[in-house]
């Protein structure tokens, strides 16, 4: 078969937005470790507009084949306190039999200050019903405050931390996922302090960097915080600002971890659900002005 032929019978690629704000799904292409640039382009491109892109029928992907295709957007990295998948390099798995149930709106990792850019997340096992996650689009967030709250979200600084009350949090949670939480994922206290709001590295876009790792905001008390955070929460994921998807095994899903917060609904009892995830090394978060996230301590 000559080259030409090859192109001409390669599938069409399709990037079909789903909602008003937020998320895409594609077609028409294998994620492997040696898709070809032009293609990754065109991921690259979809990811910085719609946020959250959707892939079906991935099932032909392993834990090294996913980590391979992960090198082709960024730099993996590892989990900074949980361990790695066995036999990976940067694995994280999420077991909901061993408490892994993302079941509060977050960003991935914003405790640290370099936190993932990206994440690349793999549906291994579903259960028949429920299980579905859910993103919310942080710039649009931003883009929907009034102008008063826009100038108030410029001038406030937030801790992150991984160090919160997971018990009180979620007073259904097995000991063991109570357990796990305080000897493994806290472990190690990280604490970063970041701005409100965050100018997106790549699109210049502002974003609202809040979530459930956020402890306080600086220089209020415990109750202005909580008031403040639960404000801007409401925008962040008011439904017309979101979208939900419904998992199928081999379904791969990439989002802006600079522009999203996401919610793993926590509906399938004792069902058995089980993810990978790759995280790509992200950059210090800047806001408006050019100020810096900084370590707290
Ligand atoms: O289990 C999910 O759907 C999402 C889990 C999560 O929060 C993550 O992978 O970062
Ligand atoms: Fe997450």
Redesign the pocket.
Same mark, same amino acid.
């Given at each position: 078969m000559s080259i030409l032929n090859e192109k001409e019978n390669k599938t069409k690629v399709e990037v079909k937005q789903v909602s008003g704000r937020i998320g895409a799904v594609v077609t028409g292409i294998k994620l492997t470790g040696s898709l070809d640039e032009e293609t990754t382009k065109i991921v690259e491109n979809a990811l910085l507009k719609h946020k959250v892109l959707f892939f079906r029928n991935q099932t032909h992907l392993t834990d090294s084949e996913q980590e391979a295709f992960a090198r082709l957007l960024g730099e993996p990295i590892s989990h900074p306190t949980v361990p790695v998948k066995e036999g990976t390099k940067h694995i994280l798995e999420?077991d909901s039999d061993k408490g892994g149930r !993302?079941d509060a709106w977050h960003t991935?990792v914003t405790f640290t200050i370099d936190y993932p850019k990206i @994440?690349i997340?793999r549906s291994v096992k579903v259960p028949e019903f429920g299980g579905d @996650?859910v993103w919310a689009n942080t710039v649009e967030a931003y883009e929907h405050l009034p102008e008063s709250l826009k100038t108030l979200a410029q001038q406030l600084w937030a801790v992150h931390s991984n160090d919160f009350d997971y018990a009180a949090r979620r007073p259904t949670a097995k000991k063991e996922a109570v357990e796990r939480y305080k000897n493994v994922f806290a472990s190690k206290v990280i604490e970063t302090e970041h701005p409100v709001v965050r100018t997106h590295p790549e699109t210049g876009e502002q974003t609202l960097l809040l979530g459930s790792f956020v402890k306080r905001i600086s220089g209020l008390s415990s109750s202005a915080s909580a008031h403040l955070i639960a404000l801007f929460q409401e925008y962040i994921t008011k439904l017309e600002n979101t979208v939900r998807w419904q998992w199928q095994e081999g379904d791969v899903v990439i989002w802006d971890n600079r522009a999203t917060q996401?919610y !793993?609904i926590n509906d399938y009892e004792g069902a058995h659900r089980v993810?990978s995830?790759v995280t790509l090394k992200g950059s210090i978060p800047y806001n408006i002005v050019g100020e810096e996230s900084k370590p707290y301590s």
């Amino acid at each position: 078969m000559s080259i030409l032929n090859e192109k001409e019978n390669k599938t069409k690629v399709e990037v079909k937005q789903v909602s008003g704000r937020i998320g895409a799904v594609v077609t028409g292409i294998k994620l492997t470790g040696s898709l070809d640039e032009e293609t990754t382009k065109i991921v690259e491109n979809a990811l910085l507009k719609h946020k959250v892109l959707f892939f079906r029928n991935q099932t032909h992907l392993t834990d090294s084949e996913q980590e391979a295709f992960a090198r082709l957007l960024g730099e993996p990295i590892s989990h900074p306190t949980v361990p790695v998948k066995e036999g990976t390099k940067h694995i994280l798995e999420l077991d909901s039999d061993k408490g892994g149930r !993302a079941d509060a709106w977050h960003t991935d990792v914003t405790f640290t200050i370099d936190y993932p850019k990206i @994440t690349i997340l793999r549906s291994v096992k579903v259960p028949e019903f429920g299980g579905d @996650t859910v993103w919310a689009n942080t710039v649009e967030a931003y883009e929907h405050l009034p102008e008063s709250l826009k100038t108030l979200a410029q001038q406030l600084w937030a801790v992150h931390s991984n160090d919160f009350d997971y018990a009180a949090r979620r007073p259904t949670a097995k000991k063991e996922a109570v357990e796990r939480y305080k000897n493994v994922f806290a472990s190690k206290v990280i604490e970063t302090e970041h701005p409100v709001v965050r100018t997106h590295p790549e699109t210049g876009e502002q974003t609202l960097l809040l979530g459930s790792f956020v402890k306080r905001i600086s220089g209020l008390s415990s109750s202005a915080s909580a008031h403040l955070i639960a404000l801007f929460q409401e925008y962040i994921t008011k439904l017309e600002n979101t979208v939900r998807w419904q998992w199928q095994e081999g379904d791969v899903v990439i989002w802006d971890n600079r522009a999203t917060q996401h919610y !793993a609904i926590n509906d399938y009892e004792g069902a058995h659900r089980v993810m990978s995830r790759v995280t790509l090394k992200g950059s210090i978060p800047y806001n408006i002005v050019g100020e810096e996230s900084k370590p707290y301590s």
